[in-house]
């Protein structure tokens, strides 16, 4: 009896509770305070996300709690850290990124000190307080009996509550949100150092002196839910009162994953070389090689699959580098204008400017203002099924008229160009057929993007022939590779990589 009473240690399984708990409700909260539900049977589902999370936290506290010296650093640095982390979270509603290590480290760490104010140090304060007390009880009234034992149970909890379907919504919340992100900032930068100089050099170049070539990457829209393209409903109504618009009803996209269809759209992958895509560099070096000043505006996290090809550009933006997919508030399209008009500056006159938004993401409620919820009713809650077919489809089309919006913005910044604005998606979404929603599973209505053309009545009249080819092909059936070979014959660029049979600009 006493042997099992000296293993299990109530007095230390006590203090981890503890500790575990007030984790739960000091810091882990804050990832859940906003995430919208609409019944009991949602809040039972976040609840036991929060008990997952508080349950990873027990394992990782364990771990660290059974040899003093360890606890007595690690405890106060992770407490501090994670308060800040909370902070950050209920007051500006961002949370840890890689982007947002990038942008601390690398671009701007001014913007970190102008959120500091005295509430946030009497929050530091009071949990450097909370945490040395801890460490002071731990080091004079526990002793740790089997360690070997404990540190087994210990690894069995973190590897438990970091696998399978844990593991996404464990390692975007506080704390291991910290490992995880500071992990994947350290491998986007070997991806980024890869030597990828696939082309040769100076192979590509353009007999133009100024032109603004712009590529919008969407997000999720599926051709069929534009007016463009016969929708019934008026989801386009910028666009489709605009003559310079040419859209493409029929493209086909074999990738359905974001990850894994931007390297395709942006590289010489087709369905004969794939791999291509984790290769080679894309067009933008070839448009670099041209003389071209190229730009990526993100309004999405960096994934390791294109992180390479964001780089690849002069200049790379993040518009809303804390923003995570657990984080339920406006996280807008329009937020890419300001850098966007500015990557416009006369004082290049070649430019490449890539925008990625995040358009008709999930959480579709999130990506449009509240004036344009137009179509009601819309969803309540972040658990899918208890949403109708109706609210859902309502909630995605609103997102299209705020796209619709922002393009038209985009555009206008244009009109007085030599310009050319493409815009293509990175795969569709399921809307409820055969119960389907999102692009989880293959499904056919994840293979058909959104896909449209603008020129500008500058860039008409100097390329006329262009716009008419391009007209030509309105109705044809593409693979997504059109774009690669498009986009340089629509910016004037020779190159050997060019293959004019795959190319929209082709009589
Ligand atoms: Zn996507």
Redesign the pocket.
């Known amino acids: 009896m006493k042997k099992i009473s000296e293993i299990i240690n109530v007095k230390l399984y006590v203090l981890i509770a503890l500790l575990a708990l007030f984790y739960g409700f000091a810091f882990i909260l804050s990832d859940f305070y906003d995430s919208p539900f609409d019944s009991i049977y949602d809040l039972l589902i976040l609840s036991l996300q929060w008990a997952v999370v508080v349950a990873a936290t027990f394992g990782f506290l364990y771990l660290i709690v059974l040899n003093k010296y360890v606890f007595a650093i690690l405890f106060p640095i992770l407490t501090v850290s994670c308060s800040i982390l909370a902070y950050m979270r209920y007051a500006l509603q961002i949370s840890l990124t890689p982007m947002l290590i990038d942008l601390a480290f690398v671009n701007d760490a001014r913007t970190w000190f102008e959120n500091f104010n005295l509430q946030l140090l009497l929050w530091i304060v009071f949990s450097l307080a909370i945490s040395i007390g801890c460490v002071f009880y731990r080091w004079k009234y526990i002793k740790v009996q089997y360690p070997v034992l404990h540190l087994f149970i210990a690894v069995c909890i973190i590897l438990l509550t970091n696998s399978w379907s844990f593991k996404r919504p464990v390692s975007q919340r506080i704390p291991y949100v910290i490992y995880y992100s500071i992990k994947d900032y350290l491998d986007s930068r070997k991806i980024i150092q890869e030597n990828r100089e696939t082309f040769i050099k100076n192979d590509a170049y353009t007999s133009v002196d100024s032109l603004n070539v712009v590529l919008v990457l969407g997000?999720?829209l599926r051709a069929d839910h534009l007016a463009l393209n016969g929708y019934t409903r008026n989801t386009t109504p910028f666009l489709s009162r605009d003559s310079n618009v040419i859209s493409y009803p029929h493209i086909y996209t074999i990738p359905y994953?974001?990850h894994t269809?931007i390297p395709h759209l942006l590289t010489r992958a087709d369905s004969i070389s794939p791999d291509r895509a984790y290769e080679e560099e894309s067009f933008i070096s070839l448009f670099k090689q041209a003389g071209y000043k190229t730009c990526w505006i993100a309004n999405q996290e960096s994934v390791p699959t294109y992180v390479y090809f964001m780089n690849e550009c002069d200049t790379l933006i993040y518009v809303n580098g804390g923003k995570s997919l657990y984080i339920f508030d406006k996280w807008l399209d329009g937020d890419l204008l300001p850098d966007y008009r500015n990557a416009l500056d006369p004082e290049n006159p070649k430019t490449l400017t890539i925008l990625h938004t995040i358009g008709s993401?999930w959480w579709y409620n999130a990506h449009y203002p509240d004036s344009f919820e137009i179509f009601k009713p819309v969803i309540k809650s972040r658990v899918i099924k208890t949403n109708t077919q109706e609210e859902m489809i309502n909630s995605y089309d609103n997102t299209i008229l705020y796209t619709d919006f922002v393009i038209h913005q985009f555009i206008n910044e244009l009109k007085e160009r030599c310009a050319i604005l493409f815009y293509i998606s990175?795969?569709g979404e399921s809307l409820g057929e055969n119960g389907y929603y999102l692009?989880g599973e293959d499904r056919p209505e994840l293979h058909n993007p959104a896909c449209f053309i603008w020129y500008s009545t500058a860039y008409q009249k100097r390329f006329p022939e262009r716009i008419e080819q391009l007209k030509q092909h309105r109705n044809d059936r593409y693979l997504t590779d059109f774009l690669f070979h498009t986009i340089l014959d629509a910016a004037s660029i020779e190159t050997s990589y060019k293959n004019k049979q795959l190319s929209l600009i082709n009589p």
């Open positions: 997000e999720s994953y974001t269809s993401h990175d795969h692009h």
